[in-house]
């Protein structure tokens, strides 16, 4: 596998656990607000051999309670199956930050995940436009429902500023995945040069009032 990063504690990416974030090369998208745009190029031969994360994995044991596998776009890398296996072969629970590019992937590798956190990049007729990437909707909506009749606990995000689409679409897509059967949704405020303002107080109450868990977060 291609690693481009690792984060060696970390008590946010995986809710619930203290965890190594393992960031995976290569991601189909190009969102203009990318945060890791040193992970996009799938070619790059990364930072970190495989062996080497797995010898600090082995050494954490007791001390860590899970690994979460991240991007660029996790399920790029087709040796991720295996190093799943093997994570959890040690005794870590398994989390998986993934945009739902690959929902045939995705269902693939569900049986080995306690955790997902899935990316909704906005409303359904505009994640192609924020991706720069052509047939991506049908494509996500695909890997949430894999992750809805999975049973695996995950969370859906999506970041969000006024300059990426309006606050009543936001609204729209609020309800759309509440209706889906999404219990947690976080939201997470686009960075730039000119921060995106938080939503309001009412708009914060309503999407509070359609998930059992909604949580307003920094991207």
Not at 53 to 66: E, K
Not at 179 to 197: E, F, M, T
Not at 209 to 217: D, K, M, P, V
Request: proline share 6%; aromatic share 8%; hydrophobic share 40%.
């Amino acid at each position: 596998m291609r690693i481009g990063g690792l984060t060696r504690w970390t008590s946010i990416d995986f809710p619930g656990r203290l965890a190594a974030v393992v960031y995976l090369q290569g991601c189909p998208w190009r969102c203009s607000y990318c945060h890791n745009p040193e992970l996009l190029d799938a070619t790059h031969e990364g930072r970190h051999p495989w062996a080497e994360v797995r010898d600090f994995l082995r050494a954490r044991r007791g001390l860590l309670d899970g690994v979460v596998f991240s991007g660029g776009e996790p399920t790029l890398q087709a040796g991720l199956c295996d190093a799943l296996d093997e994570v959890r072969s040690m005794g870590f629970e398994t989390g998986l930050h993934t945009g739902g590019m690959y929902p045939e992937r995705l269902a693939q590798l569900l049986p080995r995940l306690d955790w997902v956190g899935l990316d909704i990049k906005g409303p359904w007729e505009r994640i192609d436009e924020i991706t720069g990437t052509r047939g991506c909707s049908p494509r996500v909506k695909a890997s949430l429902c894999h992750l809805i009749d999975s049973g695996v606990a995950f969370e859906c995000r999506t970041t969000w500023g006024e300059e990426l689409f309006a606050v009543g679409e936001l609204h729209a897509l609020s309800e759309q995945l509440a209706s889906l059967g999404v219990r947690h949704w976080a939201l997470q405020q686009c960075r730039g040069p000119s921060p995106a303002a938080p939503p309001g107080a009412q708009e914060i109450a309503a999407f509070s009032a359609r998930f059992e868990r909604f949580e307003l977060r920094a991207a």
